[in-house]
């Protein structure tokens, strides 16, 4: 497997996902159709499918023109029928897809929108996060709550620490900042936020991250951390102590920052 992150809009990124032995693709989220028909073209290769995260325009803007251009099968969650344009897969939690001969497993997790989902490429140890997990960060909560932000969180880290977290924003140093604001002792914040900042001046991105990095670095998988913890409560002195209400509180804190 090659993936090829094709930076679209202002900060999301498309991905072109290539099986090297058919020479087939997927595209990971169709935003912009022309970035990625050249993407496909410079690396010679045949776009056969297009996997969608969640239905938001910035994730799925290109999936009409590029099913007129070109013969794609576009998966998404079955739930999301009508709000995933051209879909012909619907799939649920569990399911496969293939790319050629890579395999990618749906795993559901819900929050930032009610029907989001996450592709697991298991033996290449790559996941498609979408607007779920982002370096650092995570979605906003635009149709679910805290807890069921939680529970989607949780699911991804299960994964192996060495899973390539493949996102679908650069949002990454507005996010370790954030990170570093509330964990000001963190070596691993601070050092990623340094290697971040050097990446964008160079014009080149954050991702992947690794669900490794992910645990030492996201606010939003650290709730039980002590220095985090003093801090959300510094600011919210009447909050219940409960992991849940932290993590809520971190997340209307990242809201407003
Ligand atoms: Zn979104
Ligand atoms: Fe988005």
Not at 42 to 65: F, M
Not at 194 to 203: D, S
Not at 214 to 220: A, D, L, S
Request: hydrophobic content about 40%; proline content about 5%; glycine content about 8%.
């Amino acid at each position: 497997m090659r993936v090829v992150p094709v930076p679209v809009l202002s900060d999301n990124y498309s991905y072109l996902v290539i099986d090297e032995a058919e020479r087939t693709a997927a595209v990971v989220d169709c935003s912009e159709v022309e970035p990625m028909l050249a993407a496909a073209q410079a690396e010679g290769v045949t776009i056969t499918a297009v996997l969608s995260t969640h239905h938001h325009y910035d994730h799925v803007g290109g999936n009409e023109e590029i099913a007129g251009r070109i013969p794609v099968r576009v998966y998404g969650n079955a739930d999301d029928d009508g709000r995933i344009p051209a879909l012909t897969d619907g799939v649920r939690e569990g399911d496969t897809v293939h790319v050629g001969q890579l395999e990618a497993r749906v795993i559901y997790v819900p929050a930032h929108t009610s029907g989001h989902i996450a592709y697991y490429f298991e033996e290449q140890r790559a996941v498609f996060t979408g607007d779920t997990l982002f370096a650092a960060g995570c979605g906003r909560l635009f149709e679910g709550d805290p807890e069921q932000m939680m529970n989607s969180l949780a699911k991804l880290n299960t994964l192996p620490e060495a899973t390539k977290v493949y996102a679908g924003h650069e949002y990454t140093v507005k996010n370790l900042e954030f990170a570093y604001l509330l964990e000001p002792r963190n070596k691993a914040i601070a050092d990623k936020l340094a290697w971040a900042r050097a990446r964008r001046r160079e014009g080149q991105p954050t991702l992947p991250s690794t669900i490794g990095s992910e645990r030492n670095t996201n606010p939003f998988l650290r709730s039980k951390n002590q220095e985090l913890r003093a801090a959300i409560f510094e600011r919210f002195p009447d909050l219940e102590d409960d992991e849940v209400e932290v993590f809520g509180a971190t997340r209307r804190l990242k809201d407003e920052f």
